[in-house]
Protein backbone atom coordinates (compact mmCIF):
# COMPACT_ATOMS: atom_id res chain seq x y z
CA UNK A 1 0.00 0.00 0.00
CA UNK A 2 2.75 2.34 0.32
CA UNK A 3 6.33 3.12 -1.11
CA UNK A 4 9.39 2.42 0.14
CA UNK A 5 11.17 5.02 1.75
CA UNK A 6 14.83 5.49 0.65
CA UNK A 7 17.08 5.53 3.61
CA UNK A 8 20.25 4.56 5.63
CA UNK A 9 21.04 2.23 8.44
CA UNK A 10 20.84 5.00 10.83
CA UNK A 11 17.68 6.46 10.09
CA UNK A 12 13.83 5.28 11.24
CA UNK A 13 12.76 2.40 9.11
CA UNK A 14 9.62 0.15 8.92
CA UNK A 15 10.35 -3.28 10.80
CA UNK A 16 9.53 -6.04 8.86
CA UNK A 17 9.31 -8.12 12.53
CA UNK A 18 7.33 -5.90 14.76
CA UNK A 19 5.64 -3.47 11.98
CA UNK A 20 6.88 -0.40 13.72
CA UNK A 21 8.81 2.54 12.45
CA UNK A 22 12.38 2.12 15.02
CA UNK A 23 15.98 2.55 14.20
CA UNK A 24 17.51 -0.57 13.15
CA UNK A 25 20.19 -0.88 16.13
CA UNK A 26 16.89 -0.93 18.65
CA UNK A 27 15.65 -4.26 20.41
CA UNK A 28 12.29 -5.10 18.14
CA UNK A 29 9.73 -5.64 20.61
CA UNK A 30 8.47 -8.74 17.48
CA UNK A 31 5.08 -9.40 18.67
CA UNK A 32 2.15 -6.05 19.25
CA UNK A 33 -0.95 -7.98 19.13
CA UNK A 34 -4.09 -6.92 20.39
CA UNK A 35 -4.94 -7.42 23.85
CA UNK A 36 -8.64 -5.49 23.83
CA UNK A 37 -10.97 -5.32 20.72
CA UNK A 38 -9.86 -3.55 17.52
CA UNK A 39 -12.38 -1.41 17.16
CA UNK A 40 -13.09 1.70 13.74
CA UNK A 41 -12.17 5.00 15.11
CA UNK A 42 -11.47 7.07 11.41
CA UNK A 43 -12.36 6.88 8.06
CA UNK A 44 -11.70 9.15 4.93
CA UNK A 45 -12.88 8.84 1.49
CA UNK A 46 -9.97 9.26 -0.97
CA UNK A 47 -9.98 10.44 -4.48
CA UNK A 48 -7.49 8.45 -6.83
CA UNK A 49 -6.70 7.95 -10.04
CA UNK A 50 -8.39 4.72 -10.09
CA UNK A 51 -11.50 5.99 -8.47
CA UNK A 52 -12.88 6.57 -5.00
CA UNK A 53 -11.16 4.36 -2.05
CA UNK A 54 -11.73 3.95 1.58
CA UNK A 55 -9.18 4.60 4.22
CA UNK A 56 -9.86 3.98 7.57
CA UNK A 57 -7.73 3.64 11.18
CA UNK A 58 -8.53 1.17 13.48
CA UNK A 59 -7.53 0.61 17.36
CA UNK A 60 -6.68 -1.51 19.65
CA UNK A 61 -4.99 -2.00 23.26
CA UNK A 62 -1.81 -3.82 23.38
CA UNK A 63 -0.87 -4.50 26.75
CA UNK A 64 -0.24 -0.94 28.44
CA UNK A 65 -0.24 0.99 24.87
CA UNK A 66 -2.28 1.11 22.35
CA UNK A 67 -1.97 0.17 19.20
CA UNK A 68 -3.52 1.73 15.63
CA UNK A 69 -3.47 0.57 11.95
CA UNK A 70 -4.78 1.35 8.39
CA UNK A 71 -7.08 -0.16 6.17
CA UNK A 72 -8.48 -0.10 2.81
CA UNK A 73 -12.30 -0.77 3.40
CA UNK A 74 -13.30 -3.51 3.10
CA UNK A 75 -10.71 -5.20 4.74
CA UNK A 76 -7.12 -4.94 3.18
CA UNK A 77 -4.91 -3.55 5.81
CA UNK A 78 -1.60 -1.49 4.68
CA UNK A 79 1.60 -3.88 4.96
CA UNK A 80 5.46 -3.31 5.60
CA UNK A 81 6.94 -2.96 2.01
CA UNK A 82 8.64 -6.29 1.83
CA UNK A 83 7.56 -8.01 4.84
CA UNK A 84 4.89 -10.03 6.24
CA UNK A 85 3.62 -8.00 9.06
CA UNK A 86 0.62 -4.94 8.92
CA UNK A 87 1.73 -1.27 9.84
CA UNK A 88 1.20 -0.22 13.36
CA UNK A 89 1.68 2.81 14.88
CA UNK A 90 1.89 2.48 19.01
CA UNK A 91 1.59 5.21 21.56
CA UNK A 92 0.51 5.81 25.50
CA UNK A 93 -3.03 6.78 24.96
CA UNK A 94 -5.61 6.14 22.17
CA UNK A 95 -6.16 9.77 20.78
CA UNK A 96 -1.76 9.60 19.82
CA UNK A 97 -2.33 6.36 18.40
CA UNK A 98 -5.12 7.28 15.87
CA UNK A 99 -3.31 10.56 14.73
CA UNK A 100 -0.12 8.93 13.66
CA UNK A 101 -2.02 6.56 11.75
CA UNK A 102 -3.65 10.00 10.43
CA UNK A 103 -1.03 11.58 9.91
CA UNK A 104 0.49 8.88 8.23
CA UNK A 105 -2.42 8.67 5.73
CA UNK A 106 -2.27 12.48 5.11
CA UNK A 107 1.35 12.37 3.94
CA UNK A 108 0.52 9.25 1.83
CA UNK A 109 -2.45 11.24 0.16
CA UNK A 110 -0.33 14.39 -0.05
CA UNK A 111 2.54 12.41 -1.44
CA UNK A 112 0.27 11.23 -4.66
CA UNK A 113 -1.83 14.02 -4.68
CA UNK A 114 -4.93 12.45 -3.69
CA UNK A 115 -7.54 14.13 -2.43
CA UNK A 116 -9.00 13.44 1.02
CA UNK A 117 -13.04 13.88 1.39
CA UNK A 118 -15.56 13.40 4.19
CA UNK A 119 -13.63 12.26 7.16
CA UNK A 120 -15.50 11.06 10.22
CA UNK A 121 -14.35 10.01 13.47
CA UNK A 122 -15.46 7.58 15.38
CA UNK A 123 -15.36 8.72 19.01
CA UNK A 124 -17.74 9.47 21.96
CA UNK A 125 -19.40 13.08 22.07
CA UNK A 126 -16.69 15.31 24.19
CA UNK A 127 -18.21 15.94 27.77
CA UNK A 128 -18.67 19.14 28.91
CA UNK A 129 -16.43 18.46 32.34
CA UNK A 130 -13.13 18.03 29.92
CA UNK A 131 -13.68 21.65 29.27
CA UNK A 132 -13.07 24.59 31.92
CA UNK A 133 -14.76 27.67 30.39
CA UNK A 134 -13.15 30.90 31.40
CA UNK A 135 -10.71 29.55 33.34
CA UNK A 136 -7.08 31.08 34.64
CA UNK A 137 -5.15 32.03 31.71
CA UNK A 138 -1.73 32.37 31.26
CA UNK A 139 -1.47 36.11 30.93
CA UNK A 140 2.08 36.27 30.46
CA UNK A 141 2.17 33.74 27.27
CA UNK A 142 2.31 35.54 24.28
CA UNK A 143 -0.83 35.19 22.27
CA UNK A 144 -0.29 32.95 19.23
CA UNK A 145 -0.04 34.42 15.92
CA UNK A 146 -3.44 34.75 13.70
CA UNK A 147 -3.54 34.75 9.90
CA UNK A 148 -6.68 36.10 7.87
CA UNK A 149 -7.77 33.19 5.95
CA UNK A 150 -11.29 32.75 4.10
CA UNK A 151 -11.68 28.82 4.18
CA UNK A 152 -14.61 26.45 4.57
CA UNK A 153 -15.50 25.03 7.65
CA UNK A 154 -18.73 23.22 9.20
CA UNK A 155 -19.26 23.00 12.74
CA UNK A 156 -22.04 21.25 15.04
CA UNK A 157 -22.60 20.03 18.47
CA UNK A 158 -22.11 16.59 17.42
CA UNK A 159 -21.79 16.29 14.18
CA UNK A 160 -20.17 19.21 11.56
CA UNK A 161 -23.13 19.82 9.80
CA UNK A 162 -23.06 23.60 9.67
CA UNK A 163 -21.25 25.58 7.01
CA UNK A 164 -19.24 28.71 7.63
CA UNK A 165 -15.97 30.11 6.93
CA UNK A 166 -12.54 30.99 9.03
CA UNK A 167 -11.84 34.36 9.24
CA UNK A 168 -8.34 33.72 10.53
CA UNK A 169 -6.44 31.23 12.46
CA UNK A 170 -3.76 30.26 14.72
CA UNK A 171 -2.42 27.40 16.13
CA UNK A 172 -4.43 27.81 19.47
CA UNK A 173 -8.42 29.01 18.18
CA UNK A 174 -9.75 30.28 14.85
CA UNK A 175 -12.64 32.47 13.72
CA UNK A 176 -15.75 30.98 12.50
CA UNK A 177 -17.92 33.62 10.34
CA UNK A 178 -21.43 32.57 10.45
CA UNK A 179 -25.12 33.87 11.32
CA UNK A 180 -25.53 30.93 13.99
CA UNK A 181 -23.23 31.28 16.23
CA UNK A 182 -23.08 28.99 19.61
CA UNK A 183 -22.87 29.87 22.88
CA UNK A 184 -20.21 30.37 24.84
CA UNK A 185 -18.79 27.44 26.37
CA UNK A 186 -20.45 25.08 23.56
CA UNK A 187 -18.34 21.85 22.52
CA UNK A 188 -17.92 21.51 18.74
CA UNK A 189 -16.77 19.37 15.91
CA UNK A 190 -15.21 20.80 13.11
CA UNK A 191 -14.14 20.24 9.48
CA UNK A 192 -12.20 22.27 7.79
CA UNK A 193 -11.54 22.09 4.31
CA UNK A 194 -7.66 22.85 2.93
CA UNK A 195 -6.39 22.40 -0.44
CA UNK A 196 -5.98 18.57 -0.49
CA UNK A 197 -7.96 17.35 2.39
CA UNK A 198 -10.74 17.96 5.36
CA UNK A 199 -9.36 18.23 8.87
CA UNK A 200 -11.27 17.29 11.84
CA UNK A 201 -11.43 19.75 14.75
CA UNK A 202 -12.82 19.77 17.93
CA UNK A 203 -12.51 22.76 20.11
CA UNK A 204 -15.22 25.11 22.19
CA UNK A 205 -16.53 28.42 22.02
CA UNK A 206 -14.76 31.35 23.88
CA UNK A 207 -16.69 34.07 22.56
CA UNK A 208 -19.57 34.87 20.11
CA UNK A 209 -21.05 37.90 18.71
CA UNK A 210 -24.84 37.74 17.51
CA UNK A 211 -25.80 40.79 17.18
CA UNK A 212 -25.19 42.37 14.22
CA UNK A 213 -22.50 45.21 13.27
CA UNK A 214 -21.57 46.92 9.86
CA UNK A 215 -17.96 46.52 10.35
CA UNK A 216 -18.12 43.24 12.16
CA UNK A 217 -18.82 39.40 10.79
CA UNK A 218 -21.28 37.65 13.11
CA UNK A 219 -19.77 34.24 14.01
CA UNK A 220 -17.80 33.09 17.36
CA UNK A 221 -14.40 32.60 18.23
CA UNK A 222 -12.75 29.01 18.83
CA UNK A 223 -10.22 27.31 21.12
CA UNK A 224 -9.12 24.25 19.67
CA UNK A 225 -8.24 21.08 21.33
CA UNK A 226 -4.61 19.15 20.42
CA UNK A 227 -5.26 20.16 16.70
CA UNK A 228 -3.77 17.78 14.30
CA UNK A 229 -0.09 17.81 12.44
CA UNK A 230 -1.53 18.67 9.33
CA UNK A 231 -3.55 21.87 10.82
CA UNK A 232 -0.80 23.17 13.30
CA UNK A 233 2.10 22.40 9.91
CA UNK A 234 -0.48 24.40 7.70
CA UNK A 235 -0.99 27.62 10.21
CA UNK A 236 3.38 27.39 10.23
CA UNK A 237 3.43 27.41 6.59
CA UNK A 238 1.48 30.77 7.02
CA UNK A 239 3.98 32.80 8.61
Known sequence: MIDKAPGATNVLAWCSLC????????????????????????RVAVETPHGIRGYGVLVAESGARWRSRIVTFPNVLWMVPGGGETLKFMAKTEDD??????????????????????????????????????????????????????LPIRFG?????????????SETGLFVATRTPLSDG?????????????????GSVAWHRALRNPSLNLGMGLRLFNPPTVYVDYIRALA
Open 186 to 202: ELLGLSLELEHCKVPLR
Open 19 to 42: GTEHLPELTCPTQLGATGPEKPRW
Open 157 to 169: RSRPTLLGHTGNL
Open 97 to 150: AIRRAVDFIRRHCLTKGYTMRDEVQFVAPLERKMVVVGGPVDRSAPPAPRFERR
